[in-house]
């Protein structure tokens, strides 16, 4: 059974940082393009970052280029989101995402374009 499993969500003030863990089982997440995506109250699910299987790693937010950073670790079939410098807008229910796609997995930014999802992890930034 393909699964995703998030964690690492929690409350922090503004300023802090935190790591996100989504950890894959059931398929070769080598293969996959993995992404981290979001949910606010109220919002639309947005894509934040991608990384490929060749580790290239796409930002989708300007608001959290220079703050957030994927990377993967295909030992342990788990990808990370490291954020730091939170603000208040980055509060949202955090989900990882799978794509694969015969020929090349490469990252994309809508959200129908990934084939399964984990159950996400909540980050709340506030005083």
């Known amino acids: 059974q393909m699964r995703l499993v998030e964690s690492g969500g929690a409350s922090v003030v503004p300023g802090g940082s935190l790591t996100l863990s989504c950890e894959a089982s059931?398929?070769?997440?080598?293969?996959?393009?993995m992404a981290w995506f979001r949910q606010a109250p109220g919002k639309e699910r947005e894509a934040v970052l991608c990384?490929?299987?060749?580790?290239?790693?796409?930002h989708y937010l300007d608001s959290s280029r220079d703050r957030f950073t994927i990377y993967r670790d295909n030992g342990k079939s788990t990808i990370y989101l490291q954020m730091n410098n939170l603000r208040a807008e980055d509060t949202a229910l955090y989900y990882c995402?799978?794509?694969?796609?015969?020929?090349?997995?490469?990252?994309?930014?809508?959200?129908?374009?990934?084939?399964?999802w984990g159950l996400g992890t909540q980050v709340f930034v506030s005083p």
């Open positions: 995402a799978a794509l694969w796609r015969r020929g090349g997995s490469t990252c994309h930014s809508g959200a129908r374009d990934y084939d399964f």
């Open positions: 059931g398929f070769t997440m080598s293969a996959y393009a």
């Open positions: 990384i490929d299987p060749g580790q290239i790693s796409t």
